[in-house]
Nanobody, 125 residues
Framework: LQLQASGGGLVQPGGSLRLSCAAYGINLDNWKIAWFRQVPGKEREGLSCINSPDPTTPYAASVSGRFTISADKAKNTVYLQMNNLKPEDTAVYSC???????????????????WGQGTLVTVSS
């Protein structure tokens, strides 16, 4: 079982990026797949998750309205489309697979069993 995140890079404020989380050995219908980010010295922040076959896609308040999570089951890949990026979005982004993921009062609560390596997103002019 393996998760591989990719798609990070340098983008100007207001720009967009799409991150990919390729899942190997994981059936997207059986796992909650979530995106996270972490800045050095801070706790990892849950951003969003996809709970196939449940169509609900909760988001953290910090990214709601700007980020969109989606899945391509044929490619066994989960995406995170990030629009209107801000300097404070600079972080290492990673994905995880687990049993539980939900949002409450703007925060993502989760239980992840597997983690992928991160991809760096830098938002700067």
């Amino acid at each position: 079982l393996q998760l591989q995140a990719s798609g990070g890079g340098l983008v100007q404020p207001g720009g967009s990026l799409r991150l990919s989380c390729a899942a190997y050995g994981i059936n997207l219908d059986n796992w909650k797949i979530a995106w996270f980010r972490q800045v050095p010295g801070k706790e990892r922040e849950g951003l969003s998750c996809i709970n196939s076959p449940d169509p609900t896609t909760p988001y953290a308040a910090s990214v709601s309205g700007r980020f969109t999570i989606s899945a391509d089951k044929a490619k066994n890949t989960v995406y995170l489309q990030m629009n209107n990026l801000k300097p404070e979005d600079t972080a290492v982004y990673s994905c995880g697979a687990g049993d539980y993921c939900s949002a409450y009062r703007g925060l993502i609560y989760h239980k992840m069993n597997y983690w992928g390596q991160g991809t760096l997103v830098t938002v700067s002019s």
